[in-house]
C-alpha cells in the first residue's frame, strides 16, 4: 500500500478535483462538489485549534484547511512523494513532517486535536480496534477528532475500476500508467463505526452525505 501511495502520489489530487479518470461527467461532478462543501461546513465549524496531528495528510487538501485555526500541525504519512507536495502546496513552517508508517509509528506526546482524511478505510478490519485506542491515546481529554471518508458508491472511483466484493478487504487500483496495486480498502456503517469510537472512549457523531461520504467529528471523553 506504501508502493501504491508513492506511485500515486503525482496523480493523486485527480481523484479528488474529478479530472481525467474519474470525470465522470458535470452531473455527477456537481454532486461531488456539493457534498464536499457540505463536509467543509462541519470541518470548519468544528474550529480544529491549538496542536494538531494530522494522519496520512496526503497532497495537503486538508493540511492547508487546518492551518486556518491550529497552531502547529504535526503530519505523519508514509509517503516521501506525498509529504514533498502537501510541503509545495502548504508552504508553512507551522506544519511538521513526520515520514513514518502508521502501522508502526507511535504518538510521543498527546494533542488538542487530531485528523484524518481517507486513511481509516485503508485500516485493516483486524486492526482497528488498535488503531482507535491509538488515537485516543494521542488525544488530550477533551481534544477533537474529526475524520473523513468513502462511503459505498461505484462512481467514487475511476471510469476503469471497480470496488471489491462486500466480503473483500482488498481492492485492486490502477494508475493512469496501467500498473497495478493491491490495497486495502473497507466501507463502514455508521452505527458500527461510531461504536467503535465509544468503545475508544471517543464521542464521535458520524454523518453521511447524500452519495458519497462518510464523516466524523467529536472529542475524547
Known amino acids: 500500500m506504501v508502493d501504491y501511495y508513492r506511485a ?19 452531473e455527477h461532478n456537481a454532486r461531488w462538489f456539493a ?18 496531528l494530522e494522519l496520512a495528510p496526503g497532497t495537503g487538501n486538508w493540511t492547508q484547511r487546518l492551518l486556518a485555526t491550529a497552531d502547529m ?8 512523494e506525498m509529504i514533498a507536495l502537501n510541503q509545495a502546496r502548504v508552504q508553512s513552517d507551522r506544519v511538521s513532517y513526520v515520514l513514518a508508517d502508521l502501522f508502526a509509528w507511535q504518538p510521543e506526546r498527546q494533542y488538542d486535536a487530531i485528523c484524518f482524511g481517507f486513511w481509516l478505510s485503508h485500516v485493516p478490519l483486524e486492526r482497528m480496534d488498535a488503531f482507535w485506542r491509538i488515537v485516543a491515546k494521542a488525544l488530550r481529554p477533551g481534544g477533537k477528532v474529526f475524520f473523513i471518508d468513502n462511503l459505498r458508491e461505484a462512481t467514487t472511483t475511476s471510469v476503469d475500476q471497480h470496488l471489491p466484493p462486500v466480503d473483500s478487504q482488498i481492492m485492486t487500483r490502477k494508475l493512469n500508467d496501467g500498473r497495478t496495486f493491491q490495497i486495502v480498502k473497507n466501507y463502514f456503517d455508521p452505527a458500527a463505526l461510531a461504536a467503535q469510537c465509544r468503545a475508544a472512549d471517543l464521542q464521535v457523531t458520524v454523518k453521511t452525505t447524500t ?11
Open 8 to 26: 500515486r502520489a503525482p496523480e493523486y489530487d485527480e481523484w479528488w478535483q474529478r479530472q481525467g479518470r474519474y470525470d465522470r461527467g458535470p
Open 73 to 80: 500541525v504535526t503530519a505523519v504519512d508514509a509517503s516521501i
Open 35 to 52: 457534498e464536499i462543501e457540505e463536509v467543509l461546513a462541519d470541518f470548519d465549524a468544528l474550529q480544529m485549534s491549538g496542536d494538531v
Open 211 to 221: 452519495n458519497y461520504f462518510i464523516y466524523g467529528l467529536g472529542q475524547r471523553s
